[in-house]
Structure formats: C-alpha cells, structure tokens
C-alpha cells in the first residue's frame, strides 16, 4: 500500500525566509508525485508534479520540488516566501492506475508579515 | 466554468439526519471521487468510481452511500448522521490512466453536525 509521510506539521516563517517542505513516500510502483496547496477556506489547488524526467520540476508561484529516487523524498521548495503563501501544503502519491491518490497529513505554513 | 461544482458549500444538520452532496465535473472525465477532510485537515479517500462504477471503498460506513448516474455526476449521501460526520467533503475527478496531471478537486462541502 502506498502511504506518503510529511514530518513538519507546522511551520512559521518570516516573509523573505526560505522554505522547504519534507515528503517522503512509500509505493513499490512508477512514481507520480503532487504537491497541492489548500488556501484557508479554499479547495486544494496543484501546485506542481513530477511523473518523469527531469527531478526538479518548478510549479506556479515560485514553488519548485525535487524527486530523490533513493531517499525516497519530494521535498517542496521556495526561495523566499511570501506573506500570501500562508497555507496548507500537501504531498500526494498517485498509483501507477491512476485511480489512488494518497495524500500526506499535511504541512500547516504560517507567514508573518 | 468550474470544472469540478460541489453543491451546497455549507450544510448544517441534526444528528440523526439524512442529507446529500451533489458533485458535478465538466471536464470529460471518466473517473471521480469523494475524499474526507478531518479537523485535523487529513485527507482520506472514501469512494472512487470510473464510468459509473465503484472501483475504490475504502473503509467508510454504510451510511455513506455514493451514486453516479452518469460520469459526469458523483453524489454522496448520508444517512443517519452522526457528530463524527461533521468535515468537509470532497469531490474530485480525474481520466483514468492519465496519471500526469492529478486530480482537480471540487471546492468542498463544510458538514456540521449539531
């Protein structure tokens, strides 16, 4: 069964600081991996994803992850954060059917102004 | 356009209640869902069904009982509610086997249960 483990539940940063968000995932199958973000009160948007490839994909707003076959990870990223990313982030895995998107217990991310 | 309309956004009961979701994708896939988000925002599936079939129940209630009339349509309803009911719901859709590009989700359904 495929599970996906994220290790910071909150974290609170200042504007300008740099962000990165663990993932970890356990599937035995052809990886793809998401990162949605969830703005309060809003649906879950995708921020970006990895299938194949290149292992650093960039998504919308700044954000980029990078795929680590052997760690097993697929860590968000940004450089310098902004009040308005406050949010909700999630890592998913999807099965190679396509019918199972397993999502992470979610990474709550506070940004002061 | 929404490509993935939930409806209603807000749903206030009493316990002991029967009561509906309706979820309507315009995007021409074959495959939708319903998924569960807690208090603590944990995401979890809880049906999935492709052309009108069920092919995912994972381990939900039977008062939960989710109805495709066609693929365009997943509705969820719930009866006898309880208080652990109370969440926010769901929907989303995807084409099966097109695994690149995710899911596109519904904006969600607040249940309370009173």
């Known amino acids: 069964a495929q599970s996906v483990s994220q290790h910071n539940h909150h974290v609170i940063l200042s504007e300008a600081a740099s962000l990165e968000l663990g993932c970890n995932y356990s599937?035995?199958?052809?990886?793809?991996l998401f990162w949605y973000v969830q703005y309060p009160g809003q649906h879950l948007q995708l921020l970006l994803k990895?299938?194949?490839?290149?292992?650093l994909v960039k998504g919308i707003k700044g954000f980029e992850a990078e795929f680590i076959k052997s760690k097993f990870s697929f860590n968000l990223r940004k450089p310098s954060v902004q009040w308005s990313d406050t949010a909700e982030y999630f890592c998913?895995?999807?099965?190679?059917?396509?019918?199972?998107?397993?999502f992470g217990g979610g990474t709550r991310l506070m940004v002061k102004p | 356009d929404t490509a993935v309309s939930q409806t209603p956004k807000y749903l206030v009961t009493q316990m002991g209640n029967d009561k509906s979701i309706k979820c309507e994708q315009n995007?021409?896939?074959?495959?939708m869902y319903w998924y569960k988000q807690d208090s603590k925002k944990f995401l979890k599936i809880m049906f999935s069904?492709?052309?009108?079939?069920?092919?995912i129940n994972e381990t939900v209630p039977n008062r939960f009982s989710p109805k495709s009339p066609d693929k365009a349509h997943l509705n969820l309803h719930i009866n006898s509610l309880e208080l652990g009911d109370s969440a926010v719901y769901f929907c989303?859709?995807?084409?099966?086997?097109?695994?690149?590009?995710?899911?596109?989700f519904g904006s969600g359904t607040r249940l309370t249960v009173v």
């Open positions: 995007l021409g896939h074959d495959t």
């Open positions: 069904y492709n052309n009108k079939e069920l092919i």
């Open positions: 998913a895995v999807l099965n190679n059917a396509g019918n199972m998107l397993t």
């Open positions: 989303a859709s995807s084409q099966a086997g097109v695994t690149n590009y995710g899911y596109t």
């Open positions: 990895y299938f194949s490839g290149d292992p």
């Open positions: 599937y035995g199958g052809t990886v793809n």
